[in-house]
């Protein structure tokens, strides 16, 4: 994988060793390392507390790798920056997690239905004329 110079990229602090690479769902898609492996640096976009409260990079790409994801991540406790600050600083990633933020969204819906749900049946139960 080629890095674009126009996003901030990260590297392994061991440059012999490895660092796995994960998806959205916390699960292992590949892993950065020397050949043959893909790259000992990648491009990110920000970064985020996530998965046991740790620090992690967004991958600027969840493609190339061996399984298929949506959103890919780097430990920060496994990398570091490769130019600080070139071509800007790393931000943080937006509030919340969308996996979470998603989550709750369906939640919430579920439960507006079973509310709507109860009261039509509730409505329907008064009407006269119903045997």
């Known amino acids: 994988m080629g890095l674009d110079a ?36 990648v491009n990110v976009t920000c970064r985020r507390k996530a998965w046991e409260d740790e620090d992690w990079y967004r991958l ?9 994801a949506t959103e890919a991540y780097v430990a920060a406790n496994e990398t570091h920056e490769l130019n600080p600050g070139q071509p800007y600083p790393i931000p943080s990633c937006g509030s919340g997690c969308p996996i979470k933020i998603g989550q709750a969204a369906g939640a919430g819906a579920l439960a507006i239905g079973a509310v709507a749900a109860a009261a039509a049946w509730r409505r329907r139960r008064r009407a006269p004329g119903i045997a």
């Open 60 to 68: 600027l790409s969840a493609e190339g790798w061996p399984f298929p």
């Open 6 to 41: 126009n996003y901030p990229a990260v590297t392994m602090n061991d440059p012999n060793g490895h660092v796995t690479v994960f998806n959205e769902d916390h699960l292992p898609i590949g892993q950065l390392g020397p050949p043959p492996f893909e790259s000992a640096s």
